[in-house]
């Protein structure tokens, strides 16, 4: 049984960097092509076991090459793939601009990651056995509300990357351990513009809020508590995609080992700067060696 279970997508990740984001009708010419295995669920997957953590994934993907290659990856990482379906519907993809400032776009097809919408035995056995479900919004929001009630119903810590931000039952955040949105998906859930203030909203129900901000740092609200602000470790960034994935991670990894909220929002804060400096999500994800001596 993994400490850590993360339900969500696994999508070959197509890249294409490029000098700016092209305009509508325009043609351009990109400098590069790669091939990456991403998706948020995946990644945060790969950020966690990299991060020393043990680990299962419940998903889905296609009987096809890019579905192989995917299973391949988490196996490679000893990512524990029993809940990984093979689906009739072709492998998701992310179809995503790089710019030549590390600015990125992406588009996801979501294919084989909306297949299997509902809870079924294999997924109920895996989080009754682990400590923590890490989940995202790139399966179907139906899933991820289910295996939340689920999981809290057996005791089992929750932590949501509300990503890519969507309208959540009213209930749902009850269900949420620890939600760990972006600055724009934090503003957008709450319906306010300003950060702290979204932090006190979607507090409201109990989880512990994280909020990532980039070169702006962490903002974090514990339950009971004021909003506070955790400093950025401050790098150039060569691509950004997954860094986001490879934060909530390596904070997973940590937590699970028992760390206090701050050093676990640190070793995640440490994990998705080095991940920034190098191209690509799950190819720019450091190991827990790298982390610790980034850590000092
Ligand atoms: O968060 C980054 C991820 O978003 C990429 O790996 C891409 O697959 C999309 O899911
Ligand atoms: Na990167």
């Given at each position: 049984?993994s400490?850590?279970?993360?339900?969500?997508s696994?999508?070959?990740?197509?890249?294409?960097?490029?000098?700016?984001?092209?305009?509508p009708?325009?043609t351009m010419?990109?400098?590069?092509?790669s091939?990456?295995?991403g998706?948020?669920?995946?990644?945060?997957?790969?950020?966690a076991?990299?991060?020393?953590?043990?680990?299962?994934?419940?998903?889905?993907?296609g009987?096809?090459?890019?579905?192989?290659?995917?299973?391949?990856?988490?196996?490679?990482?000893?990512?524990?793939?029993?809940?990984?379906?093979?689906?009739?519907q072709?492998?998701?993809?992310?179809?995503?601009a790089?710019?030549?400032?590390?600015e990125n776009?992406?588009?996801?097809?979501?294919?084989?990651n909306?297949?299997q919408v509902a809870?079924?035995?294999?997924m109920r056995?895996?989080?009754?056995?682990a400590?923590?479900?890490?989940l995202?919004?790139e399966?179907?929001?139906?899933l991820?509300?289910?295996?939340?009630a689920?999981a809290?119903?057996?005791?089992?810590?929750?932590v949501?990357?509300?990503?890519?931000?969507?309208?959540?039952?009213?209930?749902?955040?009850?269900?949420?351990?620890?939600?760990?949105?972006n600055?724009?998906?934090a503003?957008?859930?709450?319906g306010?513009?300003?950060?702290f203030?979204?932090?006190r909203?979607?507090?409201?129900q109990?989880s512990t809020?994280?909020?990532?901000r980039g070169?702006?740092?962490?903002l974090v609200l514990e339950?009971?508590?004021e909003?506070?602000?955790?400093?950025?470790v401050?790098?150039?960034?060569v691509?950004t995609?997954?860094a986001?994935?490879?934060?909530?991670g390596?904070?997973c990894?940590?937590?699970?080992?028992?760390?206090?909220?701050?050093?676990a929002i640190?070793?995640?804060?440490?994990?998705?700067?080095?991940?920034v400096?190098r191209?690509?999500?799950?190819?720019?994800?450091?190991?827990r060696?790298?982390?610790?001596?980034?850590?000092?």
């Amino acid at each position: 049984m993994s400490s850590i279970l993360v339900l969500g997508s696994a999508n070959l990740d197509l890249v294409v960097r490029q000098p700016r984001i092209a305009r509508p009708g325009e043609t351009m010419f990109g400098t590069a092509f790669s091939t990456v295995p991403g998706g948020k669920g995946l990644n945060q997957a790969v950020a966690a076991a990299r991060a020393g953590a043990d680990v299962g994934f419940l998903g889905a993907v296609g009987d096809d090459e890019f579905g192989r290659r995917l299973r391949t990856q988490l196996e490679t990482d000893g990512i524990d793939t029993t809940g990984l379906a093979t689906v009739d519907q072709p492998t998701g993809t992310a179809h995503i601009a790089v710019t030549d400032d590390g600015e990125n776009s992406i588009v996801v097809v979501s294919g084989a990651n909306h297949v299997q919408v509902a809870l079924d035995d294999t997924m109920r056995s895996a989080i009754e056995g682990a400590r923590t479900l890490v989940l995202q919004l790139e399966r179907p929001v139906s899933l991820v509300a289910e295996a939340l009630a689920y999981a809290q119903a057996h005791g089992v810590r929750t932590v949501l990357t509300p990503a890519p931000v969507a309208p959540l039952p009213s209930d749902l955040l009850a269900l949420v351990t620890v939600l760990v949105p972006n600055a724009r998906e934090a503003c957008e859930l709450a319906g306010v513009d300003d950060e702290f203030a979204a932090a006190r909203i979607l507090g409201e129900q109990g989880s512990t809020v994280i909020i990532t901000r980039g070169s702006r740092g962490v903002l974090v609200l514990e339950p009971g508590g004021e909003p506070r602000v955790l400093p950025a470790v401050v790098v150039e960034p060569v691509d950004t995609t997954g860094a986001g994935d490879t934060f909530t991670g390596a904070l997973c990894a940590w937590l699970a080992e028992d760390a206090s909220l701050d050093d676990a929002i640190r070793a995640g804060q440490v994990a998705a700067a080095i991940s920034v400096t190098r191209p690509g999500a799950t190819s720019a994800m450091p190991g827990r060696s790298e982390i610790l001596a980034a850590l000092g």
